[in-house]
């Protein structure tokens, strides 16, 4: 079976800081791999998408990168954080041209 | 892309119907119609798809309107557990989902 994990689970970051999100997959192979941000009382943001190795998509302008080194590893990353970069940070993989996207269990980041 | 539209809240009572609405009035003819639902501080659960027909799965129904403009997801009886964020999606592309605020259910005993 499939699983999704990503980590920290949570991460307090003061500004100005890097960051180094990891998310990787198991029991799949070429998947779709995605990263969304949820605010506080807002919905689910698309950051990021993948379809392979070395291939990034980027849904909307932010001080935030990603990249895909592997083909089940997806990573979101700064330079530099900025307060308005706290928020829920979720990793999805989706299979080819599946209906379904699966979300890992989540990273809650603090900027301060 | 297509929007979608939902109420910001919604309480059912234990037992009862949940009937949650979606309007996609922008909807084109090869964008589906996706379910997912958000317990706190978890990851999103997909419930249920659909692009013309009605569809019925061990979690939830989906009525899709004739004109496809809107959509209604219903829990047929709905549990404490139901309590949670559902969100309604239109897919433009395979690999692209637009999550909106979502309807916060609430399941009253």
């Known amino acids: ?112 | 892309d297509a929007k979608t539209t939902q109420p910001p809240s919604m309480d059912c009572a234990e037992g009862r119907a949940a009937n949650l609405p979606c309007n996609h009035s922008t909807i084109s003819g090869n964008e589906y119609v996706y379910w997912y639902r958000q317990i706190h501080s978890q990851g999103p659960q997909y419930i249920i798809h659909g692009l013309k027909n009605n569809e019925t799965n061990e979690m939830a129904s989906l009525i899709i309107t004739e004109d496809r403009k809107s959509s209604t997801l219903i829990l047929p009886h709905a549990t404490l557990r139901d309590t949670a964020v559902y969100y309604c999606i239109v897919r433009r592309y395979f690999n692209q989902f637009y999550f909106g605020t979502g309807t916060s259910l609430t399941v009253i005993p």
Request: glycine residues 8%.
């Open chain 1, 1 to 112: 079976s499939q699983t999704i994990h990503q980590w920290p689970a949570t991460l307090v970051q003061p500004v100005g800081s890097p960051l180094s999100l990891e998310c990787t997959v198991e029991g799949t192979s070429n998947p779709n791999l995605y990263w969304y941000r949820q605010a506080a009382g807002r919905g689910l943001q698309l950051l990021f998408y993948s379809v392979g190795i070395g291939q990034i998509s980027s849904e909307v302008p932010q001080n935030l990168s990603a990249s895909r080194p592997q083909d089940r590893q997806f990573i979101l990353s700064s330079k530099k954080l900025l307060l308005s970069d706290s928020g829920f940070y979720l990793c999805a993989w989706s299979a080819g041209q599946s209906n379904e996207q699966f979300f890992g269990p989540g990273t809650r980041l603090t900027v301060l």
